[in-house]
């Protein structure tokens, strides 16, 4: 499989989401790529750890509504862009956040 450069235009299932957060980009992209503690403030998370930093090629597994899934870290640009995914129970992934 080749590394995604975004997510795929043609997939069944697209969503977009955005928010304004009253927040320095600092901390809104410090606890974003802090993975082992999203529990702390993603309600729907019960489970979530990446060894390691969060690069590029590394994976972490995270749990959301009973739904585990093992994510591939494909692209960072620092306080910019994160792009990861991956495939579980027949489902392809791709997250794709946007900082600005």
Avoid: C, K
Avoid at 33 to 41: F, G
Avoid at 62 to 90: C, D, K, P, Q
């Amino acid at each position: 499989m080749a590394i995604p450069a975004g997510i795929d235009g043609n997939a069944p299932v697209i969503a977009r989401h955005q928010i304004d957060i009253n927040a320095p980009l600092e901390t809104v992209w410090r606890l974003q790529t802090d993975v082992n503690n999203w529990l702390a403030w993603q309600t729907d998370i019960t489970a979530a750890r990446l060894d390691g930093p969060f690069e590029p090629g590394n994976s972490f597994t995270w749990t959301s509504y009973g739904f585990t899934v093992t994510s591939t870290i494909y692209a960072v640009a620092e306080r910019a862009r994160t792009l990861w995914g991956g495939a579980a129970h027949g489902i392809m992934g791709t997250h794709e956040w946007v900082y600005t």
